[in-house]
């Protein structure tokens, strides 16, 4: 079926560190691989995104890497900051041609100790 | 542009009313999304739609549970009979294709007493 897996759910580092979130997704026609920032109370919004033509894709201290063989994508952020804690969630366009939709992986808490 | 705009934010109801959610996509956008958050949880899809029609409703219980976007005016999103279990996060979000970014509202927050 349609699913996205994302890990971890919880992850704690100290700031300065690096953190990398990881996603699979199940439908190898998807092209469209987004990820959103949640903060607690708030709306997502997205943070970067990638399409699958491309391998990487970087902005200033976050990029995100895909690997269309094994399916596979992943958001890492360098120099961590506190007010990078925050939700994280992965999501993976799937459907038909001019019916896709955004299907989201469960979301990794991130906290950045200071 | 105001963004895409849910109301109400914050909804309360009791056990057997009807709970209607209005979403206003951003202007130019005619693709919609309904998305429902438990508390510490993810993002579940709903229903996805465009203007007049239902794209993609497999997200969205058979019953009780129904959604629209009419030619003119916001999506409707309508939980008839509400149970506490209906208690949750709804998030609309809107883009001008299926496979393109998609914009977040504030969400609206239904509490079932």
């Known amino acids: 079926g349609e699913n996205v897996e994302q890990h971890p759910s919880t992850l704690s580092v100290q700031e300065g560190d690096s953190a990398v979130i990881k996603c699979t997704y199940s439908?190898?026609?998807?092209?469209?691989f987004p990820w959103y920032k949640q903060e607690l109370g708030k709306r997502p919004q997205l943070i970067i995104d990638?399409?699958?033509?491309?391998g990487e894709k970087k902005d200033q201290r976050i990029a995100v890497t895909l690997n269309k063989t094994a399916k596979h994508f992943s958001l890492h952020i360098t120099e961590t900051q506190p007010e990078d804690s925050a939700v994280y969630f992965c999501a993976a366009s799937m459907g038909q041609g001019g019916s896709e939709k955004l299907v989201f992986g469960k979301g990794t808490k991130l906290t950045v100790n200071p | 542009n105001a963004g895409v705009m849910q109301n109400p934010r914050h909804l309360v109801r009791r056990r057997g009313q009807e709970a209607r959610l209005r979403c206003s996509p951003m202007k130019g956008h005619s693709h919609v999304y309904w998305y429902r958050q438990l508390p510490e949880e993810g993002l579940k899809f709903m229903v996805y739609l465009q203007k007049e029609n239902i794209i993609d409703e497999s997200g969205m219980p058979k019953e009780r549970f129904s959604a629209e976007f009419p030619k003119e005016g916001p999506s409707i999103l309508r939980i008839q009979q509400v149970v506490r279990g209906d208690s949750a996060a709804y998030f609309c979000?809107?883009?001008?294709?299926?496979?393109?970014?998609?914009?977040f509202g504030q969400g609206t927050r239904l509490t079932v007493v």
């Open positions: 439908d190898s026609a998807s092209n469209y």
């Open positions: 990638i399409r699958s033509n491309v």
């Open positions: 979000a809107s883009s001008n294709q299926g496979n393109t970014e998609a914009f």
